[in-house]
């Protein structure tokens, strides 16, 4: 049976994208919940009916509020990013994995690779997966 009490926030402006990733995550036994925006997904944070999500998966590059921005507003709460970009620059990288990011992975990649990375962050890991 798949445990779904665990919630990821997915944030991507590429609704495809927000769908692979929410199915993907629930395959793993993750609960996602999707946001199109930078602006809405901070909008739900302070909601008081919305559930504080465990992790942000963020794209980096989005219109209005983007993954930096992000970033920079829930860097004070402790809460995990980790990023997706369609563009894989090396001093991006750098500049965000030194700012706390738990991860930066480029478009297109492998699930497994992402699922690892939730499961680092949420200390637990799927049973029968193996990493």
């Known amino acids: 049976m798949v ?7 997915v944030v991507d402006d590429d609704e495809s994208v927000r769908r692979a990733l ?4 629930h395959s793993a036994g993750v ?6 925006s930078g602006e ?5 944070l302070s909601s ?7 992790c942000v ?9 983007d993954g930096f921005e992000i970033q920079r507003r829930i860097v004070s709460t402790g ?11 090396p001093d991006v990288r750098e500049k965000v994995l030194a700012q706390g990011a738990a991860d930066y992975l480029s478009k297109p990649f492998n699930g497994d690779v ?9 200390g637990s890991p799927k049973k029968g997966f193996n990493p």
């Open 48 to 54: 008081a009916t919305s559930s504080v999500p465990l």
């Open 57 to 65: 998966i963020a794209d980096l590059e989005m219109p209005g509020i």
């Open 40 to 44: 809405a997904f901070l909008d739900s």
């Open 31 to 36: 609960k996602a919940e999707t946001f199109s």
């Open 79 to 89: 809460m995990p990013i980790i990023f997706i970009s369609g563009n894989d620059d």
């Open 114 to 122: 992402l699922i690892r990375a939730v499961q680092m962050i949420i």
């Open 22 to 25: 929410k199915r993907l995550l």
């Open 3 to 9: 445990n779904l009490t665990r919630i990821i926030a």
